[in-house]
C-alpha cells in the first residue's frame, strides 16, 4: 500500500480550500435537513422540483472546471486566439496542479490529455501554414511562439500518457465513461442524506457523526482527516510524515519526482517548513544513488535556510548546527567521489537519456550536481555573524556561540580544499578571505586556548562515542520545539538546554600556529583574489601585525599599498575595517613609545567625534533626519559583534594622552600666540577651552576629566601629580603589558613636563643648574642633557652649556612679556587700521585714503612746477 507521501505535496492552502469547500457542502446539507423538517409532503413532491439543487462532490467541481476551460480551449482554436489560449493553458495547469493535490497524486483526467493532443496538432497546422502566419499580428504570433516553447517543454512530462492516448482514443473515451458513471454514483451517493430528512435533528447529527467516523476510518475526505490530525500526538504525527513504504520498493525516479514537488513548494503560502526537512531528510536516507544523495542534500541546506523567518533575524542556532553538520557531510561524500562535482549553472534534464539519469547507469561515471558550495559557506558565516550581533554578550549564551567557531573554520578549510580539487582559484580565494576575517583579529594565546578548546571537545566526544550513542527511536524534544514556534518567535533561552555543541570531526586537526597560518591565507588571497579581496586581507595584515606590536612592519605594509588614497571608493565595510586597522595601528605605536604616529593614526577618527560609528561599534541618534529607517537598518547590519570591539575608552585615554604630549609643550612655547597658528590637535584644544569656562572642577570622574586635570598641572610644572592623574586610568588593565606602557608614560609625562617647564620659565633664569634639573625632574643626566641639547639645535631655548658649573647660560634674547604684548597691540592696530581702510574704499567706490592722499601730492607736485617754471620764464 502507497503512503499519501509519494502522491504528491499537499499545501496547507489548498487543504483550507477544501476544508471550507467540505464545510460548505455539510451546511448545505444542514439547510436542507431543516428545511424539509417542516415540508410533510417532501417525498411526493420532490420528482415534481425541476430547480432542486446538484450536490457536488469537490473531486466532480475541479474535473468540471479543467473541462470548461478545455472547451473554451476548443473554441478558441476555431478562431486562432493565441492570446487567449496561452492564458487558458497556463489557467488549465494550475486546475491540474490544485486537482493532483486534492485527489492525492491520482494521474491526470483522460480529457486533459486529449486537449494537449488537439493542441498540438493545431499548433503545428498553423506553424505549416506561412501564409496564414504571416496575416497575424504581432501580438498573435508572439504568443504562438511562446506557445510552442512552452508545450514542447510541458508535453515531454507526459509524453507516455499522450502515446498511449494517440495510439488508442477509443479506450480513452470509454474510460471517460466509466468516469462519469462513478461521478453519478457519487452524486446519487451524496445526495442520499439530503433525502433522509424527516427524523428529529439529534437522530440526524448521530447518523452525520458516524459517517463522518466511517469517513475517518476509510481514509474520509480532508476536513475529516484534518480534524483526526488535530487529535494526534506530536509522536504520531511525526510517524504520519514518515514513508509508509518498503525501501526495497523504492525507485530512482519515486526519489527524484517526490524531491522536485518538496522543492516547487518552497516559498509558497501556508507551506509548513519543518515538515519539508523531515521529507527531505528522509530522501536523503532512501536515495538510490551518491549523485541522487547529494543533490538531496543540497536541497535540504537550502530548506533549512528557510527556516529563518527573515533576513533581519538570524538563523535559529540549532538549524544553524544541523545545517554544518549537513555541509560537512557533503563534503566527505565530495572527496571521497572525486567524479562528483557540484556546478551552479548545471541544467538537470541536460543528463538525463530516455527520462534516465547517466548517473543511474554508471555511478563510477562522472557527473555534475546542481549546488553553490560556496554560496552555502557565505550564508552560514553571514548567520553567525548576525547572531553574535543579536545574542547578548553578557551571557554565557554568547559564549558558546562562540565555541562552533572552530566547526565553522574546520568547515572553511574543508571547502578551500573542494575549490583548491576543482582548481577555482577564485572562490578559494573568497574562502580564504572568509577564513582570514575570522582569525586576524586574535592574538597568539587566544588562538592556542581555541585550539585546545576543540581539542577537549573532540577527546569528549571520542570517549562518547565509545560509551554508545543515543536511541535513534527516542524523540528529539529540540525538533518538537522547532516545530511548535514554527521558526518564528524563536525562544533562544527555551532551546538552550537542547541544543547540543558542534564538534569539530575527530580525524581532524586544526593548526597550531597562527601566524603561520595567516601567511598562507593571506599569501594564497594575494596570488589569486581580486582588488577588493586583496585590500581586505593587506588590512587583516597590518591588523594582525598591528595586535603584536610590530608596528614599523605594518606602518610600511599600510604606506606601500596606497590603502590611505583608495580607501574612500571602497565599500562600507572595507571603510569600516580600515578604520578598525587604523585604530589598532594607534594603540601599537603608542605601546611603542611612538607618541607622534599615535597621534597621527588617531586623530582623524575623532575629527568628527563620530567614533563609534567608524568603528561600527555603536549607532547614534540620527539628528535633524540624517538617515531614513532603511538606512538605520543596514547600518545597524554592519555593527560588529562584541568581542570584535576595540575598546573605547582606551582608544580615548591613548588619542587625548598623545595629544596631550604634544600639545602642552607647543602652548608654553607659543604662549602669546593668541591666533592659536601651530595646533597640532583641534579636539583637544576644544576640550581645554571648555575645561577652562568651568567656574569650578571638581575631582576627576571620567578620561576627559583626569587628561584635562593633567594637562593643568602638566603646564604648572607638577609633573608628578599629572603622571599620577594618568597612571590612575582603569584602561591600563585592558592591555597585555601594562605595566611596560605605564613606565613609558611616566618617561614621556616626565620628558614632556621638563620641556614645559624650560619653556615657561627659560627667560626668568640667568642660567639653569642641570643637577638641580635632574632632582627637580628626577631624571637621568642624560636625559636632561640630552633633552637641552635637542632644544638649543632646534632653536627652542636660547642658551649655551657652561661645562665647568654643569649649567645652561641663557641668552635672554627673548621678548619680555611687556615686550611681546606690545608687539601684539601694534600688530592688532595694524589689523585695524587696514581693515578700516577697506570700508572706506567700498563706501566711497574708489581706493579711499589713498587716491586722496595721491591726488593732494600730485596738486602739489603741480603747483610747485608751474611755480618753478614761471620763475625761470620771467
Known amino acids: 500500500m502507497t503512503s499519501r507521501f509519494w502522491g504528491g505535496g499537499s499545501d496547507d492552502s489548498d487543504d483550507a480550500s477544501d476544508h471550507e469547500s467540505s464545510s460548505s457542502e455539510s451546511s448545505e446539507e444542514e439547510e436542507t435537513v431543516q428545511a424539509s423538517k417542516y415540508l410533510r409532503n417532501s417525498d411526493s413532491d420532490s420528482d415534481a422540483s425541476d430547480d432542486r439543487r446538484v450536490i457536488r462532490s469537490a473531486k466532480d467541481k475541479r474535473f468540471a472546471e479543467m473541462s470548461e476551460t478545455c472547451k473554451e480551449m476548443q473554441n478558441k482554436m476555431k478562431i486562432n486566439d493565441w492570446v487567449s489560449l496561452q492564458t487558458l493553458f497556463d489557467k488549465l495547469n494550475k486546475q491540474l496542479e490544485k486537482t493532483t493535490r486534492f485527489n492525492e497524486g491520482a494521474p491526470p483526467p483522460k480529457f ?43 508535453n515531454r512530462e507526459f509524453e507516455v500518457q499522450i502515446e498511449a492516448v494517440r495510439a488508442n482514443p477509443e479506450s480513452t473515451e470509454e474510460d471517460d465513461d466509466d468516469d462519469d458513471d462513478d461521478d453519478d454514483d457519487d452524486d446519487s451517493d451524496a445526495e442520499a442524506p439530503a433525502a433522509k430528512t424527516k427524523g428529529k435533528k439529534k437522530k440526524i447529527a448521530s447518523d452525520s457523526e458516524d459517517d463522518e467516523d466511517n469517513e475517518d476510518q476509510d481514509g474520509g475526505d480532508a476536513d475529516g482527516g484534518k480534524k483526526f490530525q488535530k487529535q494526534l500526538s506530536k509522536a504520531d504525527k511525526k510517524k504520519e510524515r514518515e514513508f509508509k513504504v518498503d525501501p526495497a520498493q523504492i525507485t530512482y525516479e519515486m526519489v527524484d519526482k517526490k524531491m522536485r514537488e518538496i522543492m516547487m513548494s518552497r516559498g509558497k503560502k501556508g507551506v509548513d517548513k519543518h515538515e519539508q526537512v523531515d521529507a527531505l531528510k528522509y530522501l536523503v536516507n532512501v536515495a538510490k544513488t551518491t549523485a541522487q544523495k547529494l543533490e538531496i542534500m543540497v536541497n535540504l541546506v537550502s530548506s533549512y535556510f528557510d527556516v529563518a523567518p527573515s533576513m533581519s533575524t538570524h538563523l535559529p542556532v540549532a538549524i544553524w548546527r544541523k545545517t554544518v553538520g549537513v555541509v560537512l557531510e557533503m563534503l566527505v561524500i565530495l572527496e571521497e567521489h572525486p567524479n562528483i562535482t557540484m556546478d551552479e549553472h548545471y541544467d538537470v534534464d541536460s543528463d538525463k537519456v530516455d527520462g534516465i539519469t547517466l548517473n543511474e547507469k554508471d555511478p563510477s561515471a562522472p557527473c555534475k550536481v546542481w549546488g553553490n558550495m560556496l554560496a552555502s559557506l557565505e550564508r552560514l558565516d553571514d548567520e553567525m555573524f548576525k547572531s553574535l550581533q543579536c545574542i547578548d554578550p553578557h551571557t554565557q549564551e554568547y559564549v558558546a556561540r562562540l565555541k562552533d567557531e572552530p566547526v565553522f573554520l574546520v568547515m572553511a578549510e574543508l571547502v578551500q580544499r573542494y575549490f583548491l580539487r576543482q582548481k577555482d582559484t577564485v572562490s578559494v580565494s573568497k574562502v580564504a578571505l572568509r577564513r582570514l576575517e575570522h582569525v586576524y583579529y586574535k592574538r597568539e594565546d587566544v588562538y592556542a586556548a581555541m585550539v585546545k578548546l576543540s581539542k577537549m571537545q573532540q577527546e569528549a566526544a571520542q570517549e562518547a562515542a565509545g560509551k554508545g550513542g543515543v536511541d535513534e527511536d527516542e524523540e528529539d524534544p529540540l525538533e518538537e520545539l522547532l516545530e511548535e514556534e514554527d521558526g518564528e518567535g524563536y525562544d533562544e533561552g527555551k532551546a538552550k538546554s537542547l541544543e547540543a555543541e558542534m564538534v569539530i570531526p575527530i580525524d581532524y586537526e586544526m593548526p597550531a600556529c597562527l601566524s603561520a597560518l595567516i601567511l598562507n591565507l593571506k599569501t594564497t588571497i594575494y596570488q589569486n583574489g581580486d582588488e577588493r579581496t586583496k585590500a581586505r ?50 594603540l601599537c605605536a603608542f605601546r611603542q613609545g611612538l607618541i607622534t604616529e599615535a597621534h597621527s593614526c588617531l586623530s582623524e577618527l575623532y575629527q568628527g567625534g563620530r567614533v563609534k560609528e567608524l568603528l561600527a561599534q555603536g549607532v547614534a541618534q540620527s539628528r535633524y533626519h540624517e538617515r531614513n529607517p532603511e538606512q538605520e537598518k543596514l547600518e545597524r547590519r554592519r555593527q560588529m559583534p562584541f568581542h570584535m570591539h576595540i575598546n573605547l575608552e582606551l582608544l580615548e585615554s591613548v588619542h587625548l594622552i598623545s595629544a596631550m604630549l604634544l600639545e602642552v609643550p607647543n602652548m608654553a612655547a607659543n604662549a602669546l600666540d593668541t591666533k592659536r597658528t601651530k595646533v597640532l590637535s583641534k579636539p583637544f584644544w576644544r576640550l581645554v577651552d571648555n575645561y577652562e569656562r568651568q567656574t569650578f572642577s571638581g575631582p576627576p570622574e571620567n578620561v576627559r576629566d583626569h587628561v584635562m586635570a593633567a594637562t593643568r598641572a602638566m603646564c604648572r610644572g607638577h609633573w608628578r601629580k599629572a603622571s599620577d592623574l594618568l597612571v590612575s586610568l582603569n584602561a591600563w588593565t585592558l592591555l597585555h603589558n601594562s605595566q611596560h606602557v605605564i613606565d613609558m608614560l611616566v618617561a614621556k609625562v616626565r620628558e614632556e613636563g621638563l620641556r614645559t617647564y624650560l619653556f615657561t620659565y627659560s627667560a626668568q633664569y640667568s642660567s639653569l643648574s642641570l643637577d638641580q634639573l635632574m632632582v627637580m625632574f628626577d631624571c637621568s643626566e642624560a636625559l636632561v642633557h640630552s633633552t637641552l641639547s635637542k632644544m638649543m639645535v632646534a632653536d627652542e631655548l636660547h642658551g649655551s652649556w657652561d661645562q665647568p658649573t654643569r649649567s645652561v647660560v641663557m641668552h635672554n634674547v627673548e621678548p619680555t612679556r611687556l615686550q611681546q604684548l606690545a608687539i601684539n597691540f601694534a600688530d592688532k592696530v595694524a589689523v585695524l587700521v587696514d581693515s578700516n581702510e577697506k570700508a572706506l574704499d567700498i563706501r566711497s567706490g574708489g581706493t579711499g585714503m589713498k587716491r586722496d592722499h595721491d591726488k593732494k601730492s600730485w596738486d602739489d607736485d603741480g603747483e610747485g612746477g608751474r611755480r618753478g617754471g614761471g620763475d625761470r620764464g620771467g
Open 537 to 586: 586581507a593587506v588590512l587583516c595584515d597590518i591588523f594582525y601585525l598591528s595586535i603584536h606590536d610590530n608596528f614599523h612592519e605594518a606602518r610600511d605594509l599600510l604606506l606601500m599599498s596606497h590603502m590611505q588614497e583608495n580607501i574612500a571608493h571602497m565599500d562600507i565595510s572595507t571603510q569600516i575595517l580600515f578604520n578598525r586597522t587604523m585604530a589598532q595601528l594607534g
Open 112 to 154: 486533459y490529455f486529449k486537449c494537449l493532443i488537439s493542441l498540438e496538432d493545431f499548433m503545428n497546422t498553423t506553424l505549416a501554414n506561412r501564409e496564414a502566419k504571416k496575416k497575424m499580428s504581432s501580438t498573435n504570433a508572439k504568443s504562438l511562439n511562446i506557445m510552442k516553447q512552452k508545450l514542447k517543454k510541458h
